[in-house]
């Protein structure tokens, strides 16, 4: 078996997911960057890993596979090291679960409509529309309160070792958390704000920085 390539820049939310699982299994792999602001995900090669022209993308022996959620479970069920995939049923209902909540209502609102406008923009001399993000922010304080309720008496998101819904939510919380509106989030929910001193302290979390 060849190490997996992972194809995505390290600044990636969706890309660190994927490195921080591969880290926590301690597998080789290498990162070919490809670097979707500058618009290469656009490029012909990148599209027929990706048709969508997102990131990331993973390859190996052969085998190319995108969307996250499904390179982490393949990562996790067909290579060696820990298993980041509770055994219990209902654990890993409620890690399947996390994902998609992440997917479906975390991501979008908090990166795109509070991280971007808070941290990138003005790096850009752009000025934050300030009732589109607070909409935004509700949204994603949604979403962090269902984790929060989710996360019960767990040291992790769904138990008491990392797994693959840890890997999903650090890289989006690593950014989130650079904004006001995330620092007032952790602030509000307590489980979440241990979670987040605990997996930040991670090799893999460490590890995986994008360096700017
Ligand atoms: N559903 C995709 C989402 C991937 C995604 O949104 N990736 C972002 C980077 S974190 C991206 O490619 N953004 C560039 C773009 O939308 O053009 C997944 O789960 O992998």
């Not at 995108?66 to 069920?77: F, K, M, P, R």
């Not at 690593?174 to 979440?192: D, M, N, R, S, V």
């Amino acid at each position: 078996m060849g190490d997996p390539i992972v194809y995505g820049p390290a600044y990636s939310t969706y890309t660190r997911t994927v490195r921080m699982a591969l880290a926590e299994k301690a597998l080789s792999y290498k990162l070919v960057e490809v670097d979707v602001m500058k618009g290469e995900g656009e490029k012909p090669e990148h599209l027929r890993r990706h048709p969508f022209g997102k990131v990331p993308a993973l390859e190996h022996d052969g085998f190319t596979l995108y969307e996250t959620g499904a390179i982490n479970h393949y990562i996790d069920d067909a290579l060696p090291g820990l298993k980041l995939t509770p055994i219990d049923h209902m654990r890993k209902a409620r890690m399947n679960q996390i994902m998609g909540l992440i997917d479906s209502y975390l991501y979008q609102p908090a990166i795109h409509g509070v991280f971007i406008p808070r941290v990138i923009g003005p790096m850009m001399g752009q000025t934050a529309d300030e009732l589109k993000v607070a909409e935004k922010a509700a949204a994603a304080d949604k979403a962090l309160g269902e984790i929060e309720k989710l996360i019960g008496s767990n040291s992790f998101l769904v138990g008491p070792s990392v797994s693959l819904a840890d890997t999903h939510l650090a890289p989006v919380i690593a950014y989130y958390a650079q904004t006001p509106e995330g620092e007032q989030a952790l602030k509000k929910h307590p489980k979440l704000a241990a979670w987040w001193a605990r997996i930040r302290d991670r090799p893999s979390f460490k590890t995986t920085a994008p360096k700017f």
